[in-house]
Nanobody, 124 residues
Framework: QVQLVESGGGLVQAGGSLRLSCAASGLTFSRNPMGWFRQAPGKEREFVAAISRSGVSTYYADSVKGRFTISRDNAQNTVYLQMNSLKPEDTAVYYC?????????????????WGQGTQVTVSS
């Protein structure tokens, strides 16, 4: 079965950096657009970033543009989220997700498989 396993979360001070990883198994990874979403306590899950199957095209939420970078290594079946200049408002559980359709989407409803999430906490 499909498994997505996130890692790399933790506690960091404002202005710091973290790199999240998501290892995928059970699917032909290079055929799946991938996305990162996050959910803060009491808030709805929101889009963070997405990447096309080849990695050529990337998409970002306005709130993270210029600070976060999504990338993928199809040989390693892994997608990454490099997070720089972190802010307290970035605190959330971060989830990676995989789409079956060919086009990367910013909508959570378009994603078919989800990881269990990794906690990111940014202190002020």
């Amino acid at each position: 079965q499909v498994q997505l396993v996130e890692s790399g979360g933790g506690l960091v001070q404002a202005g710091g950096s973290l790199r999240l990883s998501c290892a995928a198994s059970g699917l032909t990874f290079s055929r799946n657009p991938m996305g990162w979403f996050r959910q803060a306590p009491g808030k709805e899950r929101e889009f963070v970033a997405a990447i096309s199957r080849s990695g050529v095209s990337t998409y970002y939420a306005d709130s993270v543009k210029g600070r976060f970078t999504i990338s993928r290594d199809n040989a390693q079946n892994t997608v990454y989220l490099q997070m720089n200049s972190l802010k307290p408002e970035d605190t959330a559980v971060y989830y990676c997700a995989a789409e079956v359709t060919p086009w990367a989407s910013t909508s959570a409803t378009e994603y078919d498989y989800w990881g269990q999430g990794t906690q990111v906490t940014v202190s002020s």
